[in-house]
């Protein structure tokens, strides 16, 4: 599949079947989130690999969003790293962002499902967690392999036209 067919097809899985996650897979995944370009190539990412029951169990204490997925990825960034600009914009979130697309596409190149999740409470995250001050969560990724009654949500397919969105002087 090409890269704008993987856009296409790519969506927020929100039903996982029990099948484990092969190491390899989840591996090239985190290897594409480590080959993400960050501002400065300060790579601030801290990524927590929640797959273990005792993980699992503080993840489901923190959202309602892990869909029973056997793998979730909480993707934090460290704020003594990350770079930042002199009127004091903080590349961290936006960082993740780029990080967070990467693992989403190679979670399809390996034939598995992912969904972003940003309703969860940081605070549990980081008292469950025993994380620093310095240390901010900012996404949870369920990963997977999609259940197989799994679809897409039903405006999945709406995308406004370019016109509406790109503006071209």
Known sequence: MNFLSMT???Y???KFSADPVEPE??????E??????TAHNNQPQRIFVMQSPEALAI????????FGAPVVLILCYDANESW?????????????GIIGTHIMFEAVEQGLGTCWI???KPEEVRLRLSL???????????IGHPAPDAEPYQFHDQRRLLADTVIRK
């Open 8 to 10: 296409k097809a790519r």
């Open 12 to 14: 927020s899985v929100r």
């Open 25 to 30: 897979r989840l591996d090239r995944i985190l």
């Open 32 to 37: 594409a989130a480590r080959n993400a370009p």
């Open 59 to 66: 993840v489901d204490a923190c959202t309602r969003g892990r």
């Open 84 to 96: 930042k600009r002199k009127d004091g914009y903080d590349s961290g979130e936006v960082d993740l």
């Open 118 to 120: 940003a309703m969860f």
């Open 132 to 142: 620093p001050d310095h240390i901010n969560p900012i996404a949870m990724m369920p």
